[in-house]
């Protein structure tokens, strides 16, 4: 695999919520494979990042390339059916469906019917779903919720995922979990991911390059090998 082709192009993106700017002058590619992993304090832009590339937030100025095409602001269905899942804001769970429901929806969204090639991919992975199939969402626990948001992933079947704190408030046994689920997914598909992610130990096992936010800027990419958590927490978080 390349691991040089860019997947995603951000090229000096501005990008807010009506007339507040946010985010500021942005650069970054993310290529093929790669987890970039975001971290920064509270309020530094992460969550409006990943929002400004799924469209979600107003653009001020700048680009958002995917695979060489302009990404628009653009309805979740397509963002999908172009190759990108998204669990921001604590993903897309209707409490009223079912978890098989939720995945027919998800195969709709992609114009694909769900059958049962696609629901037996799911269940290999989350065998815990097989018997939860009936049940609806909002009766599920966190990390029952976490599997079928990442269920849903599969039956989309897309290669980008863009990942907003994947982790927050789930045990730590479902955790681990969700960091082996996610390392596999890279491994053996090539899966590319954007990851927000304010647990430090799970940003940095699960990342390829990491990039600091402040400010709604960023720094340049590193490798996690040269990140020193002291120097970080020192130079953003207590500054
Ligand atoms: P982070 O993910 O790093 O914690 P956010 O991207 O959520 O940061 O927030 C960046 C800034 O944008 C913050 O100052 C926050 O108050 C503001 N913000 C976030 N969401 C909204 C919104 N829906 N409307 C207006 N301002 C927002």
Redesign the pocket.
């Given at each position: 695999m390349n691991s040089q082709v860019h997947i995603l192009q951000v090229d000096r993106l501005s990008a807010?919520?009506?007339q507040?700017t946010?985010l500021q002058n942005v650069t970054f590619s993310l290529n093929q494979g790669e987890v970039l992993a975001i971290i920064?304090?509270?309020?530094?832009?992460?969550?409006?990042?990943l929002k400004a590339i799924a469209g979600l937030v107003n653009i001020i100025s700048g680009t958002v390339m995917y695979k060489g095409e302009p990404l628009p602001a653009m309805q979740p269905h397509l963002l999908i059916q172009k190759g990108i899942s998204s669990f921001l804001q604590g993903g897309l769970i209707l409490p009223a469906l079912t978890v098989e429901e939720h995945f027919e929806l998800a195969a709709r969204q992609c114009e694909t019917v769900f059958d049962k090639k696609l629901s037996d991919k799911v269940y290999d992975h989350f065998p815990l779903l097989g018997g939860l199939k009936k049940q609806r969402a909002g009766n599920l626990s966190g990390g029952e919720r976490q599997m079928l948001s990442f269920g849903i992933f599969l039956v989309q079947d897309t290669k980008t995922w863009l990942l907003d704190e994947p982790t927050a408030g789930l045990a730590p046994e479902i955790v681990a979990f969700t960091v082996e689920f996610l390392e596999r997914k890279r491994r053996e598909e090539g899966i590319s991911m954007m990851l927000?992610e304010h647990n430090m130990d799970v940003a940095l096992r699960l990342a390829s390059h990491v990039m600091i936010?402040k400010e709604?800027t960023v720094t340049q990419k590193f490798n996690p090998e040269e990140f020193h958590k002291e120097t970080f927490l020192e130079t953003f978080v207590y500054n």
């Open positions: 807010g919520y009506g507040r946010v920064g304090q509270n309020g530094s832009g992460k969550s409006t990042l927000v936010a709604g």
